[in-house]
Structures are given as structure tokens and as C-alpha cells.
């Protein structure tokens, strides 16, 4: 039988900078990737409907014919996107607000699906203005819970280093997941959200372990960290492979919002393992050796 | 006899909240309010007390604002409500009186004809004389909580159960009303929710052999004032004062055609003495006599019939009766009046939800919602297994790692067993919020592991416990940032996530107080050496 074994890393082979490089070029790296976003496209993400605005609908594939093929000629405004779910025989077609004619847009689009033949199974409809209010609560909403976060490090370990080392990976595994789903065409909705929020509590698990194996235990530094990494890497691996399972058999059923939350959990978690065993490790070997010598 | 139990009592706790559990998910008395004219096993959805929310149960939620302005901190000067309504509406072009209200205790002024402009209502304010503070968007307090409860009759008396309506406000300080509807599609909500309660006025009259009727001689359109219910002074009886137009695009005014229908079918002629009574029968349809009624129909039903005062009739006969256009609407009872003058002024929301300026629906279907429950359950099951193969694979112990898998599900267990006890409604989110949980679950259980397998074998209680302290700071403080993290979801509106984080905080902490430690003697007992 297959069993787990947590490596032993050597870290005495590597100086902090060689550690710290890794996880800082990803750093670097997601930040520019988020930067040009914003210049591109004028929001750090792809926004989905409940950012922009819009009209989503589901129709059921009801296996006679070419359902996207109706749903090309059923409507008199081009779908900004038209996806299949595999598992659950409907079509999700996504408009993008009107600037001109907000009004009655979902009903309008509901009658048009209704004439072609097709059977709408839901309709979600999100108006502009709405939508920027989101947007900006959900903004707010994950910097406060950033700042609570932080806050709370502090005060459990309240020595500078040790707490900013759990701050910077924490926000390096926000930045991460946002940038990879800019590459995976994945847009920013409030499942996302849900979901940079869970990394926040998630992620900072397994850097408080670390912390406290290093700082509040006896025991020699590598030795503490090898304990240490034992358990959280077990912890982050389960908790990957539930986020994975959920995400490959929600978009299968096309539940976006499940599928959301796992994909960016997954991702997450794993820059977190790097962040967590490179960056935090080398900021604490430091402080460590030379930052308490001082 | 107590010391067996003061040994094991966190095992026993957690015993004890699994039994606490089922009955609330199995027991009776704790499943879903059942709907007037329900019985409690119709309003059971499935074997469990557990209630679906409407993206596994299927429905329709609307979330929308309530279109107007407001002028806050306005100096009435002691007018009353009418006074300032008047004067604020002859300013307005596009306004009625009906539109513009005043809320003398919260000093405010409002007008809630959604095609009034902002700066139209300022300027309205500033011609009437008013002095304002500030115009905001949206309407007073008061309307919006009429609004609420008129979108709750329409819902009770629609017999939707489970729909609910409840105000929530954004973080820019905007209300909005929410509106749940379970079963019923998009379109079907939104026309409750903006069709008006008809009231119409029929007459029937004798012809040849039996009765006929004419009808929607006036309807709800017709009438430019409404007033309030009142008690009539003689008799018992109550009464709605009510001024039927008598202007028109084209044609002749209702107040005219209304006229010409009352003398045509005779009752001039018909109600000369106060002694002339009307005798139509609301059982069968028929008049006793030969004198013409009105009747008062609502929602297609007769609520009421009346004949009418000489004197009026006179005046309607000389044709003068349409330039004022007043009448009462009679009733037997003085809630029916209130019934009635609410279905004439409304039926209609006090200010209209503008769903699709700035609001947001979103609808599904009941046989989707079925879809997502199956899968959901699929779902976490899947990820349950996902996480036990893991911890078997870590592990291959089963003495450590089954009590875990127990464990964590013990935990989903309980929060199901809350959410039947809360009557939370499950939704996607809240499943989320399940596996989540299983992941910190079974997160913590691996650091009391590996905490208390550490460094060899646990020979003693006292190396187990203290190994357990020690673990426990670690969860205690890993619990406390996943709070701070998920809390600014629980009270920000942001759709359905604060289900979302209500359980993975629910969870958390039934984790910390309960299962973990619980996981901890359950530990102990396989791993000491007694």
C-alpha cells in the first residue's frame, strides 16, 4: 500500500535568500500578472456576473438537436458566453448588461428562449449598479478580514517577525489564487470571494503551527520545523484533496459556485505549502539565527 | 458512579450532541412552520426536518430597492402630512398627491413616482418651501416597512408557503427588499409582486326574466382619489370616500360613462325614497326586486351590494353628478372598507421595487434545485471519502485515523442537526460551508495526532494531556482566524455567503467546544496504557 511520507526537506543546504527566492519570484510574478489586468481590462480580475452586471440563464438540453446551436439564432444580442455542463444536460448562456436598455432584459430573454422552443431552468438576473455595490463590498469585506487576521497573529505571537512572516504568506496566497485564475479564465464572483476569504482563515493554520513549533516549543530549529511540516503538510494535503474532489465533481454538475470555491482553495492551498515551507521558514530561520542575536 | 463519567465527559458531550442531532432532524415538532391550509408532513421536504433553500428547492429571490427619494431633516413647520404632501405634489409635474408622503416623525419628506428626478424633487422641495437637509435615494422608513407588509399579504394570500420578505441594508447604507419565493419561477413572483388586488364596480340590473350584469363599469384606473376608510355616521355600515376622474385622453371620462351606465339601467327611476333598498342576492346572482345594484367586485369576487342615495341618483339623472365625481363605496364592515381601500390605493407597493434599475432575481427551477440536491450530496460525500483516503493513507492506523473520520463527521452531523433546529434553510452555499468544515475538521484532528503521537509512545495520562494542551493552543488559534475571517461575510450582504460563513463558524466552533476535544479522550483511550 501507497503510504505518505512528508519529506524531510534539508534546509541547512539552501541560505534564506535561495528559500525566500521561490515563493518571492511567484510573488513578483501574480502581482504582475494582476497588475497588467488592471491596466488591460481596468479591474484586477475577470469579473463575473454579480461584479458586472447581467443576465445568466440555464436551458435545458433536452437532447433534440443542437441545443447551441438554437441558442445562437434564439436571441436577438450576441451571449457573451455560452457554456455546456456535461453532468447535468443544461446550457448556461451569460449576457452582459445593456448599457442602453437595462430594462426587462431578463424577461425579454426568457420570451426569446420560450419562443425558440427552449426550457429555461433558472434565470439570474443582476442589475449594473447593484453589481458595483458589490463589488465594493466584497472588496471591503476582504480587507477586513485581512486586517482581523493580522491583527489576531499579532497578538498571539507578538514578536514582529514571526507575525509579519504569517502576514506576508497569508496575503501571498491571496494574490496567487487571483492571479492563476486570471490565467485559467476563471472569473471573480461571490463564490470566489467565499472562497479568498477561507484561505485567509485556512492558510494561516498551517503557518501558527510552524510558528509554534519553532518559537513556543524546546527542541533545535530544524528539528521543530521538520515536526512542524510533518503535521501541516498532512493538513493541507486532506484539506487539497477535498477542495480538488469538489471541484472537478462540481463542474461536472455545473454548480459553479462549489466548483469556484474548490478551484481557488486547491490553488490557494498549494502556493500556501510554498509559501508556508519556503518563505515562512527562511524569514523564521532568520530571525532565528540573526534577527534575536541583534 | 460519577467518576466514569466525569473521566469520559467529552465523549459524552459529543454522544450527547449526536442524539440532540437526530431528534431535531428526525423528531417531530421541528420541521419546517407548515402554511396555512399545510399539514406538517406536506410541509416536510424529504425524510429529515431539514428546510432547502431555494437553490435546492427551487424558487425565485428578488432583491431589489424601493425606487423614490427622500429629503431628510425637513422643517415642516408643524403642516400636517396632507398640507405638505399637496403643496410638495402641485410643484411636481409627473407627480400625484398619492406619490409624495411626509413623515412628520422622521422629518421627512418623500416621493416615490419612480419617473421623478432627483433634482426634480429638490426643486419641488424648494418651491413648496420646505427646508431640507439632504435628498437621498430610496424612501422613509415607514413605506418601507408598509411595503414589507403588503408584499406579505400578497404572498400569504397567494398561499406560497415558506415565501418570505425581509429589508436588508448594504454597506452604502441603501435598503433593499428581499423577496423569497420557494416553487414559484421568476415571472410568476414578479407579477405578484407588481399586479394590484382588482377592485371593480359592476352593475346588474333585471332583464326580461332574470338578472345581468354589466361589467367593470369603473375600474381601479378610474378612480383619481381614494380615501380612507370611515364609520358612517348614521347606522352601522362603514364607507370609502371615493372621486372617480373626470378627465380623458380620448373620449368620454370615466366619471361621464359612468353617469350615462347608472341611468341607463334606471336607477333614477328606481331609488326615488330613502325606503328603496337594493335586493340583490350575493348567493345567487339575482335581484330579489326589480331595482338595479351596484356591486362591488373584488378579485372577481362580489364582496358587497348597493343601491344609491335619491339625491345622488338625482344628480347623476341632471347630469351634474360627473364634474365632482365623489361617492361612497359602501361596505357592512369597517375592515372591509380598510380591505377595499387598500385594494384601490394599492394591491399596488406603496413605492415600486425597481428589479431592474437596481435590483437582482434569480430563479430556479424546482426540478434543478432537485438537480443541485443530489449532486451537493454527491459532492460532499465524495470529498468526505477524498479526505478519509488521505488520512488512512498518512496514517495506516486505523485505531487513529477511524475515530477521526468519525469525528469530523460527527461535526457535519451536528450542524445538520443545528440547521434543522435553527430552521436555516440548506443552500449550495451552506454546502460549501459543510465541506469546509470537514477540511478544518479534519485539519485539527491531524495536529492532536500527530501532536500526542509525538516523540514516542503516550505511556501516561499526564504526557497525553499536556500534549493535548499544547495541541489545543495551536486549534484554539487557528479557530479564532477562521472566525475573524469568515465574520465580515456574516453581516455584510453579500447574497447567499453569509450562510456560507455562518456554518463554517458554526462548525468551527462546535469543532473547538465539542468534537475535537472529544476526538482527544477517544485518543487517549486507545493510546494509554491502563
Known amino acids: ?294 | 458512579m460519577l467518576e466514569p463519567i466525569k473521566k469520559n465527559w467529552r465523549i459524552l458531550l459529543l454522544v450527547v450532541v449526536v442524539l440532540g442531532s437526530t431528534v431535531a432532524l428526525f423528531g417531530p415538532g421541528f420541521g419546517p412552520e407548515p402554511a396555512p391550509g399545510e399539514s406538517a408532513s406536506e410541509a416536510q421536504q424529504g425524510v429529515t426536518n431539514l428546510q432547502y433553500g431555494l437553490d435546492l428547492a427551487g424558487g425565485t429571490r428578488v432583491r431589489a430597492p424601493l425606487s423614490g427619494y427622500t429629503a431628510t431633516d425637513v422643517a415642516l413647520g408643524g403642516d400636517t402630512p396632507g398640507t405638505v404632501a399637496e403643496a410638495v405634489a402641485t410643484e411636481l409635474d409627473n407627480a400625484s398627491t398619492r406619490d409624495v408622503g411626509a413623515v412628520p416623525e422622521e422629518s421627512a419628506v418623500e416621493v416615490t413616482e419612480p419617473s421623478v428626478t432627483e433634482s426634480q424633487f429638490r426643486a419641488a422641495m424648494d418651491a413648496a418651501g420646505y427646508e431640507y437637509g439632504d435628498v437621498r435615494s430610496g424612501v422613509t422608513q415607514r413605506t418601507r416597512d408598509e411595503t414589507m407588509s403588503v408584499i406579505q399579504g400578497k404572498i400569504n394570500e397567494a398561499g406560497l408557503s415558506g415565501g418570505s420578505v425581509q429589508q436588508v441594508q448594504s454597506i452604502t447604507g441603501e435598503y433593499f427588499i428581499l423577496v423569497e419565493v420557494p416553487g414559484e419561477g421568476r415571472q410568476e413572483v414578479i407579477d405578484l409582486l407588481e399586479e394590484r388586488g382588482t377592485v371593480r364596480i359592476d352593475i346588474a340590473y333585471p332583464d326580461g326574466n332574470g338578472t345581468a350584469v354589466q361589467e367593470g363599469t369603473l375600474i381601479q384606473d378610474d378612480f383619481e382619489e381614494i380615501g380612507t376608510a370611515a364609520q358612517s355616521d348614521q347606522g352601522t355600515g362603514a364607507y370609502v370616500p371615493v372621486t372617480v376622474r373626470n378627465t380623458a385622453e380620448d373620449g368620454q371620462s370615466p366619471a361621464h360613462s359612468f353617469q350615462d351606465a347608472v341611468v341607463q339601467r334606471g336607477f333614477p327611476d328606481a331609488y326615488q325614497t330613502q325606503t328603496d333598498r337594493c335586493g340583490y342576492d350575493e348567493e345567487t346572482g339575482e335581484i330579489g326586486n326589480s331595482n338595479p345594484c351596484l356591486l362591488l367586485v373584488v378579485d372577481g369576487e362580489v364582496v358587497n351590494s348597493f343601491g344609491m342615495d335619491p339625491g345622488l341618483a338625482d344628480s347623476m339623472a341632471q347630469g351634474s353628478w360627473a364634474e365632482t365625481g365623489n361617492f361612497r363605496l359602501t361596505t357592512g364592515e369597517f375592515t372591509e372598507a380598510q380591505t377595499i381601500s387598500l385594494n384601490l390605493r394599492a394591491g399596488a407597493l406603496p413605492a415600486d421595487l425597481d428589479i431592474s434599475g437596481e435590483g437582482t432575481s434569480s430563479s430556479i427551477s424546482a426540478s434543478q434545485g432537485e438537480n443541485f440536491r443530489t449532486y451537493s450530496l454527491i459532492i460532499g460525500v465524495l470529498s468526505v471519502f477524498a479526505v478519509a483516503g488521505m488520512v488512512f493513507l498518512r496514517y495506516r492506523e486505523p485505531r487513529v485515523a477511524l475515530p477521526m473520520i468519525v469525528t469530523a463527521l460527527a461535526e457535519v452531523y451536528a450542524l445538520l442537526g443545528f440547521a434543522a433546529l435553527l430552521g436555516y434553510p440548506l443552500e449550495l452555499a451552506v454546502i460549501a460551508g459543510f465541506i469546509a468544515v470537514v477540511g478544518t475538521g479534519v485539519d485539527d484532528l491531524v495536529i492532536i495526532a500527530d501532536q500526542v503521537m509525538s516523540e514516542g509512545d503516550v505511556s501516561s495520562r499526564t504526557v497525553f494531556d499536556s500534549r493535548f494542551r499544547q495541541a489545543f493552543w495551536v486549534i484554539g488559534a487557528a479557530a479564532a482566524t477562521t472566525i475573524i475571517a469568515m465574520s465580515p461575510l456574516m453581516v455584510l450582504s453579500l447574497g447567499d455567503l453569509s450562510g456560507f460563513a455562518i456554518f463554517t463558524i458554526l462548525g468551527v466552533l462546535i469543532g473547538v467546544l465539542v468534537t475535537r476535544p472529544a476526538y482527544g479522550d477517544i485518543l487517549r483511550r486507545l493510546l494509554t496504557v491502563r
Open chain 1, 1 to 294: 500500500m501507497v503510504a505518505i511520507e512528508v519529506p524531510k526537506v534539508n534546509y541547512t543546504d539552501y541560505s534564506n535568500r535561495q528559500l525566500a527566492a521561490v515563493p518571492l519570484a511567484f510573488l513578483v510574478l501574480a502581482l504582475a500578472i494582476i497588475g497588467g489586468w488592471v491596466v488591460a481590462t481596468g479591474a484586477p480580475a475577470n469579473l463575473g456576473l454579480e461584479f458586472t452586471g447581467g443576465v445568466e440563464l440555464r436551458i435545458a438540453d433536452e437532447a433534440n438537436g443542437d441545443v447551441e446551436q438554437q441558442i445562437q439564432t434564439a436571441f436577438d444580442r450576441q451571449p457573451d458566453s455560452v457554456r455546456t455542463i456535461p453532468g447535468d444536460d443544461v446550457v448556461v448562456v451569460t449576457f452582459q448588461a445593456a448599457e442602453d436598455d437595462p430594462e426587462g432584459l431578463a424577461n425579454d430573454l426568457q420570451d426569446q428562449a420560450d419562443a425558440a422552443g427552449l426550457t429555461t431552468t433558472a434565470v439570474d438576473q443582476v442589475s449594473p449598479s447593484f453589481a458595483s455595490d458589490t463589488a465594493r463590498t466584497a472588496l471591503f469585506g476582504v480587507g477586513l478580514a485581512f486586517l482581523g487576521m493580522s491583527v489576531l497573529v499579532f497578538a498571539l505571537f507578538r514578536t514582529f517577525v514571526p507575525s509579519v512572516a504569517v502576514v506576508a504568506s497569508a496575503f501571498s496566497d491571496l494574490v496567487i489564487p487571483i492571479a492563476a485564475m486570471n490565467l485559467l479564465g476563471i472569473q471573480m464572483t461571490l463564490g470566489t470571494i467565499a472562497a479568498l476569504l477561507m484561505i485567509i482563515g485556512y492558510s494561516v493554520d498551517s503557518d501558527i503551527l510552524l510558528n509554534d513549533s519553532v518559537l513556543r516549543r524546546t527542541g533545535e530549529f530544524y528539528e521543530s520545523v521538520s515536526r512542524a511540516m510533518r503535521t501541516g503538510v498532512t493538513m493541507t494535503l486532506t484539506s487539497i484533496a477535498a477542495m480538488v474532489v469538489m471541484a472537478i465533481v462540481a463542474s461536472l454538475f455545473g454548480i459553479g459556485l462549489l466548483r469556484d470555491i474548490g478551484i481557488i482553495l486547491s490553488v490557494g492551498l498549494c502556493a500556501d505549502l510554498m509559501n508556508t515551507y519556503l518563505m515562512n521558514v527562511s524569514l523564521l530561520r532568520w530571525y532565528k539565527f540573526e534577527g534575536v542575536a541583534r
